[in-house]
Structures are given as structure tokens and as C-alpha cells.
């Protein structure tokens, strides 16, 4: 008998069977229907779905006139992973925001830390399941800036070159090192509504204005060369540029504060 055939009523769907599949083949009564609802229950439990990129929504879907996709110019055989792609591009906002302090982030070191660059598709279920509900996660942080800079072309976005992220680094205290920091981004998908956040979070970051930054919390696994000071091939050294590879990605929200103290809109402010 086939496994297609034995499975019955067991959603299909790449690398998962629905739980209710599961459940229902363990009512049955035929015994090796039973056994095999039970090693694919332990399956789901030991060793989850691989992600799927479109299974992580808030999205508004394409973007720009050449219509990139949420998961970028990343393919199933790409270097670039496709699944972080698709969490670059939440642009839809999370629906609330847990506070969160900077030196918390840092100390947070998933098993993904040992994944190093690789595609997600390659991770261990544990490596996979360590950033699962925490890259679910809205997150806002309060702190200071320590650099704004127009990236270059990244496959998130369709390696567009005018479509670009900007970089900026938050850090604890006014005059922390880069090195201190989290990296906070600002997608190009938000910059329609927001036009001028790159100019006033780089006049935030010169007047060392304190900011709160608002969006999806999500691990970067491309940059873990930036974690430690570095020589390259020419002998050049290159400090470290953040102290953990968790990021705001994208941000959903600047805010500075008023008069009163009072958290509002970086646009709100008259600079």
C-alpha cells in the first residue's frame, strides 16, 4: 500500500501534515495505519515543517514596477535565502509592539547562532524552531543612533538599485560604538509613506536625539563577520559593526519625543 494511500485525509502541503490528518488516522483502527499516524504526530513534533516563505504573510505582496516579490530575487536554488527575504519584506505592521531594552537583545543567542550564513532550508529543526516565535514578534527599542547609511544592492529587493535599504545602527547610550549596537532598518516598501525618515533619522542620529524603534524582530543570519573585529585579504582591518545578528527588519515606526515626554511621530516634530 502506498503512504499517499495509507495517509487518506492528510493535508498535503510541502514538508507538513496537518495535525488533524494525524489525529483522525489515530482512530482508525487498521494497526499500521495507527503506527504510522504516530511516527509522523512524533515527526511534527521532533522535527518541524521546513518554513516556507509564504506561509509568513504581513505583506502587501509585489513591489516597485518591476514587481519584486516578498521573497526577493531569491530562488529554491539561490544563495540568497528566500525565507529571509519574505521577513525583510513585512510591510505590514505587526499588531503590538513589546518593549524591549538593547543589551537584552544581545544577550539573546539562539541555536540559529550556530547555523552561521546558511540558507534556513539547510538549518536542524532546533537551529529553526530557536527564532520561530520570536521572529513572530513585534519589538520596539529605545536608544540612540550611531550611523544612517544607503545600502547597496540586496536581493531582498530585487538587487534594484534604486529600491535600497537603509542601515542605521541603535545603540544604548549616546556615543556607544557601532559594535554595542542592533542593526534597524528602513525597507524601501515603507518609503513611499515615510519619504522622509532616511533625512530625519540621520539628523536624530547627529543631534543624538534619543528615538524608539517600532517593526518585526528577525535574525539576520548573512553578516556574522560584522560581530567581531576583522583583517580582510589586504590587510585592512575592519571593526565590528553590531554586537548581535537579531535586527528591527523592517521598521514600522520612528518616534522621538515631544515637549512633555510624550512618544510621537519623527515626522511630527519640526527639526
Known sequence: MSICAICGSVPSHPGRVGIWGRVTL???????????????????VV?????DPALIGHTSGSFGVERCPPTGDATATSAPDPYLNALKNRDVAPGSYAPMKVARIVADVPVAST???????????AQRRSLRKKEETGIEVTGFLAGVNHEGEESCNCSDPIHRDYHMWLVPSAGDKQAKSIVVELSPRLLDDHPNW??????????????RIRGW?????EHPEQLHNRTDRHGK???????TLWE?????EID????QGKWVAIESISH
Do not use: E
Not at 524582530?217 to 543570519?221: L, V, Y
Open 26 to 44: 489515530l482512530k482508525q483502527g487498521d494497526p499500521l495505519k495507527q503506527s504510522l499516524a504516530a511516527v509522523l504526530l512524533l515527526w511534527s
Open 115 to 125: 547555523a552561521k550564513h546558511d540558507r534556513r532550508d539547510r538549518w536542524t529543526p
Open 237 to 243: 582591518l575592519h571593526h565590528a559593526t553590531r554586537a
Open 256 to 259: 522621538v519625543q515631544d515637549a
Open 217 to 221: 524582530r528577525m535574525w539576520d543570519q
Open 248 to 252: 528591527i527588519h523592517p521598521i514600522h
Open 198 to 211: 532616511p533625512k530625519l533619522a540621520t539628523k536624530a542620529w547627529r543631534d543624538g536625539t534619543l528615538v
Open 47 to 51: 522535527l518541524p515543517a521546513q518554513d
